[in-house]
C-alpha cells in the first residue's frame, strides 16, 4: 500500500467551520510521514459536543477530608445544606503547665488517664480552624449546633461507604455557639459545651485508667461514637474547617503550691481522619438536577436549561458527549488527527468567585458514568492523559476586549486518537470533568458550562486534520 500527500478540499458533513491553512513547516509533532513533507493542507473543524449532568455520589457521604458546615443558595442547584459528621479519639498524653510562671511555661506530659487526686474539673471546650474557603454571605451571624452520636461512626460492609447518615440513632446536644464568620482574619474557633458532657468525660477517664490502650480506645468508641457539627436555620454561608483540626479540650486544673492547668484533648488522629464525612443535600424542588437518584442517570443540557453543572462538593459532575464520534472515526481512514482540542465556555455568573479557577481534569466515564478505575469512594478518576502520560488539564483563556469571551482548552489528542485506534467506537462513552480528579472531593468550586445549544460562547470540539489519499498498488 502506497500513501500519497495531496492537497485537497474535504468538507466534512460534521463541520460547524473550516479553516484551511497551507503550510511548509510543521509546528504540531505529527508521525514520520507527515513530518518529512514539505507541503500538507491542514483542516480545521469544529464539531458537535453535548454536555450532560450526573451525579457520583447520591448518597450523603460527600465530601470527605474537609469539614463543611452551613448553608448557601447557589445560582441553578438551589439550597444546600451541609453538615459534618467527625469521629474522635483521646490523645495519649495530657499537658500540664504551671500557670504563674512569667516566662514561657514548658509543659510536661502525663497520661491521659491519670487523674490526680487533687484535679479540679474546669470546662470543656470545642475547637476549630477555618481553612480559609467559604461560600456565601459570612457578614452574617450563623450557629453551630454540636451534637454526641449515640452510634460509633464506622464503614459500611463493604469498608467502602458510610452507613447513610438517616440510619444513626438519635442523636444529643452537648453545645452550641452563635458567632460572626471571619474566615481570614479570625481562623480559629474555640467555644465552650455543655459542662454535663465535661463532667461524663471525666468520669469516664476515671473508670478507664487501669485499662490498657485498646481496652479504653473501645470503652471511647462506645461513649462517643463520633459528632455532628450542624448550623443552625440562621446560616448564610457555607464554612470550610480542617478536618484534623477539629478537637475537644478538657480543661482542669491541680492547686498545689502553684495552680498548675491540665488539658486533654480529643483529636482527629490519622487512624480516625478516615471516618469524617460531611452529609450534603439541596433542597430545591424546581431544579432540573433535584431528580437524579443513581449515577446512572443524567439530565442533558437542553433539559438542564442549555446548561451542565460541576459541583464535586455535592457530588454533581459535568459529562462531555461525542455524538458524532463514529464519523469522526470513518473519517480517519484518510485523515490524521493531529491536534483535539475540548473549548469549554463556563457561564460568566455561573461561578462563585471572582475570577474563574486556572485548571481542571478530564477523566473518562462509561455509559454508566463510571470510570475504569473508580473503587466506590476512595479511587482516583481514570484522567486522560497526553502522548506523554502527563494529565490532560483544562487551562483557562481571557479574551481582555471582551470579559464574556472566557473559555477553557483541554488536549484530548491522545485520547480520541487511542479511541479511533481501538476501533472500539462507542457513543455511550464520553469524559467528565474534575477539579481535583478524585471522587468525593471536598471541593466546593461550583461551575455551569454553556452547551452547545447556547447560541453563543457556546462548548464545543476543534479538530485538526491532515488529510491524504490511500491508493492500492
Not at 460509633?152 to 460572626?180: H, Q
Not at 433542597?283 to 437542553?302: A, G, L, W
Amino acid at each position: 500500500m502506497n500513501i500519497r500527500l495531496r492537497a485537497i478540499t474535504v468538507a466534512l458533513s460534521i463541520a460547524i467551520s473550516i479553516a484551511f491553512i497551507s503550510c511548509s513547516n510543521d509546528s504540531i509533532l505529527v508521525d514520520t510521514i507527515f513530518a518529512n513533507s514539505g507541503t500538507y493542507t491542514e483542516y480545521v473543524d469544529q464539531t458537535p459536543i453535548e454536555l450532560a449532568t450526573f451525579r457520583l455520589d447520591s448518597v450523603q457521604t460527600s465530601g470527605r477530608g474537609t469539614v463543611w458546615i452551613g448553608h448557601h443558595k447557589k445560582k441553578v442547584i438551589g439550597d444546600v445544606y451541609s453538615q459534618s459528621y467527625v469521629r474522635l479519639e483521646v490523645e495519649g498524653k495530657a499537658t500540664a503547665v504551671p500557670h504563674n510562671q512569667t516566662y514561657e511555661p514548658t509543659p510536661y506530659l502525663f497520661d491521659s488517664y491519670d487523674w490526680a487526686q487533687k484535679e479540679k474539673y474546669d470546662s470543656v471546650t470545642i475547637v476549630l480552624y477555618h481553612t480559609g474557603a467559604y461560600q456565601g454571605d459570612t457578614t452574617k451571624a450563623m450557629t453551630i449546633n454540636v451534637k454526641r452520636l449515640a452510634q460509633p461512626l464506622k464503614f459500611a460492609e463493604n469498608e467502602k461507604t458510610f452507613y447513610n447518615v438517616r440510619t444513626f440513632r438519635d442523636s444529643t446536644s452537648i453545645g452550641s455557639f452563635r458567632f460572626v464568620p471571619r474566615p481570614h482574619s479570625r481562623p480559629r474557633l474555640r467555644y465552650r459545651l455543655d459542662d454535663s458532657f465535661g463532667r461524663e468525660l471525666v468520669s469516664f477517664i476515671k473508670a478507664n485508667k487501669a485499662n490498657k490502650t485498646d481496652v479504653r480506645d473501645q470503652n471511647f468508641e462506645h461513649f462517643l461514637g463520633g459528632i455532628k457539627l450542624e448550623s443552625g436555620d440562621d446560616a448564610k454561608s457555607l464554612l470550610a474547617f480542617a478536618n484534623d483540626s477539629v478537637r475537644i479540650m478538657l480543661h482542669s486544673h491541680i492547686t498545689d503550691v502553684d495552680k498548675i492547668k491540665i488539658t486533654r484533648k480529643l483529636v482527629v488522629s490519622d487512624f480516625t481522619k478516615q471516618f469524617q464525612f460531611n452529609s450534603i443535600w439541596t433542597e430545591n424542588e424546581d431544579s432540573p438536577y433535584d431528580c437524579i437518584n443513581h449515577r446512572s442517570e443524567q439530565v442533558n443540557e437542553k433539559d438542564g436549561g442549555q446548561h451542565s453543572v460541576m459541583f464535586e462538593g455535592l457530588g454533581y459532575y459535568t459529562r462531555i458527549n461525542f455524538p458524532t464520534i463514529r464519523t469522526i472515526a470513518d473519517h480517519s481512514y484518510f485523515s490524521h488527527i493531529v491536534r483535539a482540542n475540548l473549548v469549554l465556555y463556563p457561564e460568566r455568573n455561573g461561578y462563585d468567585k471572582h475570577n474563574f479557577p486556572q485548571y481542571f481534569y478530564v477523566a473518562s466515564v462509561n455509559k454508566g458514568n463510571v470510570s475504569p478505575t473508580i473503587d466506590q469512594g476512595h479511587a482516583v478518576l481514570k484522567t486522560v492523559t497526553t502522548s506523554h502520560g502527563t494529565p490532560s488539564i483544562a487551562k483557562l483563556h481571557n479574551n481582555l476586549t471582551d470579559p464574556n469571551d472566557v473559555y477553557y482548552t483541554i488536549d484530548i489528542t491522545n485520547y480520541l486518537n487511542t479511541v479511533i485506534a481501538s476501533g472500539n467506537i462507542d457513543v455511550n462513552e464520553g469524559l467528565v470533568l474534575s477539579w481535583s480528579g478524585v471522587i468525593n472531593s471536598a471541593d466546593y468550586n461550583f461551575m455551569i458550562f454553556n452547551g452547545r445549544t447556547k447560541n453563543k460562547y457556546y462548548s464545543y470540539l476543534e479538530l485538526y486534520y491532515y488529510n491524504y489519499d490511500r491508493e492500492n498498488k
